[in-house]
């Protein structure tokens, strides 16, 4: 059964950084398309950030753009989202997913097999 583990959730301030990591043990990263979600109180799951490990294409949400990079580490076999100058508003659960496809449009969750339990994610103001 395949298995995906998130961490690196934690508490910042605004304008702080957190390097969230994922694996899939017993497997490497780079047999799945990866994406990073993330799901607000009260707000529907959405959308970070997805790389496609074969080629290494990323894609990102609107709102993250040129704040958050997503990669993979093959020598560690750890999916990576670095995310710089948070704001109150990226505060939420965020879940690591692995697909055996290639989701299209990159987002599309039920593109996504496997599924991490998040970690949380809070920007104070």
């Known amino acids: 059964q395949v298995h995906v583990v998130e961490s690196g959730g934690d508490w910042v301030q605004t304008g702080g950084s957190l390097r969230l990591s994922c694996v899939v043990p017993?497997?490497?990263?780079?047999?799945?398309?990866m994406g990073w979600f993330r799901q607000a109180p009260g707000k529907e799951r959405e959308g970070v950030a997805n790389?496609?490990?074969?080629?290494?294409?990323?894609y990102y949400a609107d709102s993250v753009k040129g704040r958050f990079t997503i990669s993979q580490d093959n020598a560690e076999n750890t999916l990576y989202l670095d995310m710089n100058n948070l704001k109150p508003e990226d505060t939420a659960m965020y879940y690591c997913?692995?697909?055996?496809?290639?989701?299209?449009?990159?987002?599309?969750?039920?593109?996504?097999?496997?599924w991490g339990q998040g970690t949380q994610v809070t920007v104070s103001s």
């Open positions: 790389i496609y490990t074969r080629t290494g294409n990323t």
């Open positions: 017993g497997y490497t990263v780079s047999r799945f398309t």
């Open positions: 997913a692995a697909s055996t496809g290639r989701p299209y449009p990159w987002y599309r969750m039920n593109d996504y097999t496997y």
